[in-house]
């Protein structure tokens, strides 16, 4: 069995109706279900409600903007405007509406019904085997399109993720990296070999990110190592000279002694010393004049030049020693080639080392040719001037890859913009490297879906085209002629009127010929339901799988054909998988009440299959707008064959509101008016009208309130355009106060005329 409507779900913003919640009570809608309402309570709203379900859309007569949402037995839930598809095919609504769109009265025309013709037995086969089809391929469609939407939901969250774990790496200030670019980085580099930086490397690139200006630039180190050479050359060829001019034979036989020599004879001559100061004895002239000869001028010279060559091996070993101080630190360079200048300073420093000791010994050696300038210096440990030579090369080479380091820094200094921008995207491809793999997954599995999705679709649309062109094929209104033809006849209890099938549709007749002027409203109310029953199983579709809605089936009808549209819509449709009937019309009410009481009852374990719902219209306290709520029939209305019942409990909860605010005072009037009717059409008998009638019971009863009278006199006057309830679209003209004056003339007139009756009333109402 086809899942029913069980619930009016949610509802807001329907005019009247008011707004429904989940957390409203369920409406609990059975296999049969009566709604009971007066004219203007909302009832066409509803129909079109469930019109909106059988068109797929919202229904253009319903308020812009408003929504609903049903639920069906299985759980499911569909509305307008998120889930509006579904039911097209199993609800058919009767309403106004229908009415407009399938008749042209004026013209005598109405839209063909088609049935599927006999004679295409195949083609029939064929559409009933697509149509089994369809439900599954439209659910396809729409699980398919879960799918995509889940795979492009799941692949928006990884992008947004990956970006914004990229974002703060890459210091953008109010620039943003956001999901978009991280998507037209893998389209630019997915097909690239794009790695993974070493956290190094990532680390510099992010240093340079982080700078908001260039560094400063760095001077290039200037050193001559050819100093180095030269001074060995030289230096190991003044140490190997000797003092050849020294005539005397001590300093000959003791070189050592020439500088103590030298300094004793001019200490001597200074002091004008005659006697020697370490042996005592007097220096002859003759010897002082030989000490003199020999100790000339060239010795002075020579010890001066060994002083001056001592002097400059210091400052070569000073600028030796200065190199590496003069090689820039590492925080003077970007991140990215720290670890570059790191290497060759330590090259540079290793590089310094030899030469150092080269000059270490050579001053060793110098220093010994100071001590003793008149002999030659022992220069065997010292280098060869090839090995200091390369000593220095090597000093050099380091310091020229130094210097290449410094250039680079410096030529980023100039580019600055140039290599920040280099190092975002060496960035940016570090972490697209990393998810590159995922990211392609994502795109996978996003175009799969999406194919199976378009996939699933063109399925669908080729189903309902196939299907289309089969019902075109087989499509034929006439049989529906006949049968419409004789629910009319047996509706109006006459064959006046017919219809015939013509090629657009049917044309509407009157003894044969086409009919002239219009059909009165009951014989178009006739018409319009017959053709609607003829509908039901047209197209293909099957009663047992139909949810149907009737909004007012008995409008100017009169009661023969009442009672048979009534018995009519019961026994036709009783087979249907659900009915909703909808009316305003007290007697159409008692019809399907009296029928489907005992099915609304829990007898035994056997569950209610019908359902007695009223929709209440009141003014809520504080407001001056109309409300309709749907709410379980009254007792009065379910239990009770006279509507006297049920508007006599409306006077009685009136009468007993308090003075100042009563919900049901616009309707009042109508209800009071309808009371007095009844109750004088058994008192008084005849067609006096109601003041004619109010007269006479004054007359019969002398001892009524005269001036309690007068306020059912004025009620009288006032409601006398008014035959029944039909007319709530409406306000009354009297005031509340005239309201409750009428309400208790109505009450005491009542118990003066037939206090028994009224006390039943009142029992019963209670």
């Given at each position: 069995?086809?899942?029913?409507?069980?619930?009016?779900?949610?509802?807001?913003?329907?005019?009247?109706?008011?707004?429904?919640?989940?957390?409203?009570?369920?409406?609990?809608?059975?296999?049969?279900?009566?709604?009971?309402?007066?004219?203007?309570?909302?009832?066409?709203?509803?129909?079109?409600?469930?019109?909106?379900?059988?068109?797929?859309?919202?229904?253009?007569?319903?308020?812009?903007?408003?929504?609903?949402?049903?639920?069906?037995?299985?759980?499911?839930?569909?509305?307008?405007?998120?889930?509006?598809?579904?039911?097209?095919?199993?609800?058919?609504?009767?309403?106004?509406?229908?009415?407009?769109?399938?008749?042209?009265?004026?013209?005598?025309?109405?839209?063909?019904?088609?049935?599927?013709?006999?004679?295409?037995?195949?083609?029939?086969?064929?559409?009933?085997?697509?149509?089994?089809?369809?439900?599954?391929?439209?659910?396809?469609?729409?699980?398919?399109?879960?799918?995509?939407?889940?795979?492009?939901?799941?692949?928006?969250?990884?992008?947004?993720?990956?970006?914004?774990?990229?974002?703060?790496?890459?210091?953008?200030?109010?620039?943003?990296?956001?999901?978009?670019?991280?998507?037209?980085?893998?389209?630019?580099?997915?097909?690239?070999?794009?790695?993974?930086?070493?956290?190094?490397?990532?680390?510099?690139?992010?240093?340079?990110?982080?700078?908001?200006?260039?560094?400063?630039?760095?001077?290039?180190?200037?050193?001559?190592?050819?100093?180095?050479?030269?001074?060995?050359?030289?230096?190991?060829?003044?140490?190997?000279?000797?003092?050849?001019?020294?005539?005397?034979?001590?300093?000959?036989?003791?070189?050592?002694?020439?500088?103590?020599?030298?300094?004793?004879?001019?200490?001597?001559?200074?002091?004008?010393?005659?006697?020697?100061?370490?042996?005592?004895?007097?220096?002859?002239?003759?010897?002082?004049?030989?000490?003199?000869?020999?100790?000339?001028n060239k010795i002075d010279e020579f010890v001066s030049r060994l002083t001056k060559t001592a002097d400059r091996l210091q400052a070569v070993r000073a600028d030796v020693d200065g190199v590496y101080e003069l090689a820039p630190s590492l925080d003077a360079f970007p991140a990215n080639l720290q670890s570059e200048v790191k290497e060759r300073r330590t090259a540079l420093k290793s590089a310094l080392k030899v030469p150092k000791d080269y000059l270490k010994k050579l001053n060793e050696v110098l220093s010994s040719k100071q001590s003793r300038p008149a002999s030659p210096a022992?220069?065997?440990?010292?280098?060869?001037?090839?090995?200091?030579?390369?000593?220095?090369?090597?000093?050099?080479?380091?310091?020229?890859?130094?210097?290449?380091?410094?250039?680079?820094?410096?030529?980023?200094?100039?580019?600055?913009?140039?290599?920040?921008?280099?190092?975002?995207?060496?960035?940016?491809?570090?972490?697209?490297?990393?998810?590159?793999?995922?990211?392609?997954?994502?795109?996978?599995?996003?175009?799969?879906?999406?194919?199976?999705?378009?996939?699933?679709?063109?399925?669908?649309?080729?189903?309902?085209?196939?299907?289309?062109?089969?019902?075109?094929?087989?499509?034929?209104?006439?049989?529906?002629?006949?049968?419409?033809?004789?629910?009319?006849?047996?509706?109006?209890?006459?064959?006046?009127?017919?219809?015939?099938?013509?090629?657009?549709?049917?044309?509407?007749?009157?003894?044969?010929?086409?009919?002239?002027?219009?059909?009165?409203?009951?014989?178009?109310?006739?018409?319009?339901?017959?053709?609607?029953?003829?509908?039901?199983?047209?197209?293909?579709?099957?009663?047992?799988?139909?949810?149907?809605?009737?909004?007012?089936?008995?409008?100017?009808?009169?009661?023969?054909?009442?009672?048979?549209?009534?018995?009519?819509?019961?026994?036709?449709?009783?087979?249907?998988?659900?009915?909703?009937?909808?009316?305003?019309?007290?007697?159409?009410?008692?019809?399907?009440?009296?029928?489907?009481?005992?099915?609304?009852?829990?007898?035994?374990?056997?569950?209610?299959?019908?359902?007695?719902?009223?929709?209440?219209?009141?003014?809520?306290?504080?407001?001056?707008?109309?409300?309709?709520?749907?709410?379980?029939?009254?007792?009065?209305?379910?239990?009770?064959?006279?509507?006297?019942?049920?508007?006599?409990?409306?006077?009685?909860?009136?009468?007993?509101?308090?003075?100042?605010?009563?919900?049901?005072?616009?309707?009042?009037?109508?209800?009071?008016?309808?009371?007095?009717?009844?109750?004088?059409?058994?008192?008084?008998?005849?067609?006096?009208?109601?003041?004619?009638?109010?007269?006479?019971?004054?007359?019969?009863?002398?001892?009524?309130?005269?001036?309690?009278?007068?306020?059912?006199?004025?009620?009288?006057?006032?409601?006398?355009?008014?035959?029944?309830?039909?007319?709530?679209?409406?306000?009354?003209?009297?005031?509340?106060?005239?309201?409750?004056?009428?309400?208790?003339?109505?009450?005491?007139?009542?118990?003066?005329?037939?206090?028994?009756?009224?006390?039943?009333?009142?029992?019963?109402?209670?």
């Open positions: 069995m086809p899942d029913k409507i069980a619930n009016l779900r949610t509802l807001k913003g329907m005019g009247i109706l008011a707004d429904r919640a989940a957390q409203s009570p369920s409406l609990d809608l059975k296999k049969l279900n009566l709604i009971y309402g007066f004219n203007g309570s909302g009832k066409t709203t509803l129909s079109r409600l469930y019109a909106s379900l059988e068109n797929g859309e919202l229904h253009p007569g319903l308020p812009a903007g408003s929504s609903f949402e049903i639920s069906m037995e299985d759980g499911s839930r569909l509305g307008c405007p998120s889930n509006p598809t579904g039911l097209e095919k199993r609800i058919l609504v009767f309403n106004g509406d229908f009415i407009e769109s399938n008749f042209q009265w004026a013209q005598g025309k109405a839209n063909p019904v088609f049935f599927i013709g006999v004679d295409q037995a195949a083609a029939a086969k064929a559409l009933a085997a697509l149509e089994a089809q369809i439900p599954q391929l439209s659910a396809n469609v729409t699980a398919t399109e879960n799918s995509a939407k889940q795979a492009d939901k799941a692949f928006g969250i990884f992008k947004k993720d990956r970006a914004k774990n990229v974002a703060p790496r890459l210091y953008q200030g109010s620039r943003k990296y956001e999901a978009p670019q991280l998507t037209k980085d893998y389209e630019n580099w997915c097909s690239d070999e794009i790695t993974v930086l070493d956290d190094e490397a990532l680390k510099a690139a992010e240093d340079t990110r982080r700078l908001a200006e260039p560094m400063p630039k760095i001077d290039e180190v200037v050193f001559d190592a050819s100093n180095i050479g030269k001074a060995f050359d030289f230096i190991r060829e003044i140490c190997t000279q000797e003092l050849s001019t020294v005539a005397l034979e001590e300093v000959q036989q003791h070189p050592d002694m020439l500088l103590w020599l030298k300094t004793g004879r001019e200490y001597h001559d200074h002091n004008e010393l005659n006697d020697c100061l370490f042996c005592g004895n007097k220096i002859s002239s003759e010897r002082l004049s030989s000490l003199k000869s020999a100790l000339d022992d220069v065997s440990k010292l280098p060869t001037q090839p090995e200091v030579e390369q000593a220095a090369t090597q000093i050099q080479d380091a310091l020229a890859r130094l210097n290449e380091i410094i250039g680079q820094h410096n030529q980023i200094v100039t580019n600055f913009e140039k290599h920040r921008d280099e190092a975002g995207i060496l960035i940016r491809k570090h972490f697209l490297a990393e998810c590159k793999g995922d990211f392609a997954a994502h795109v996978q599995s996003v175009e799969s879906a999406k194919t199976t999705h378009e996939a699933a679709q063109t399925a669908l649309v080729q189903a309902n085209e196939q299907a289309e062109e089969l019902r075109q094929k087989i499509r034929t209104h006439g049989p529906a002629a006949d049968i419409i033809n004789k629910l009319v006849a047996s509706y109006l209890g006459h064959n006046e009127l017919t219809i015939l099938s013509v090629d657009e549709g049917y044309e509407l007749q009157r003894y044969g010929r086409p009919i002239e002027g219009m059909p009165s409203e009951g014989e178009k109310t006739a018409i319009a339901i017959s053709y609607f029953l003829s509908r039901l199983e047209s197209e293909g579709r099957k009663l047992k799988d139909l949810i149907v809605v009737i909004d007012d089936p008995v409008s100017s009808l009169d009661t023969k054909a009442l009672n048979y549209a009534c018995s009519l819509i019961r026994s036709r449709l009783s087979k249907a998988c659900q009915l909703i009937v909808l009316t305003h019309n007290q007697q159409c009410l008692n019809e399907f009440r009296k029928a489907w009481k005992n099915k609304a009852r829990t007898s035994g374990d056997a569950e209610p299959t019908a359902s007695f719902l009223f929709i209440d219209t009141a003014i809520p306290e504080g407001q001056t707008k109309r409300v309709s709520s749907l709410t379980k029939m009254s007792k009065l209305l379910r239990e009770y064959d006279s509507e006297y019942h049920f508007l006599f409990h409306y006077v009685l909860n009136f009468s007993n509101a308090a003075d100042s605010y009563s919900e049901h005072s616009y309707m009042m009037p109508n209800v009071l008016r309808r009371v007095l009717d009844i109750f004088l059409a058994f008192k008084c008998p005849g067609s006096s009208g109601l003041s004619g009638k109010i007269e006479e019971i004054c007359r019969h009863f002398p001892d009524l309130n005269l001036d309690r009278m007068n306020a059912l006199e004025r009620l009288a006057q006032v409601e006398s355009h008014s035959d029944n309830l039909d007319d709530l679209i409406s306000f009354s003209s009297m005031t509340l106060e005239e309201t409750k004056e009428a309400t208790t003339a109505l009450l005491e007139m009542m118990e003066h005329v037939d206090e028994r009756h009224t006390t039943s009333l009142k029992r019963i109402c209670r």
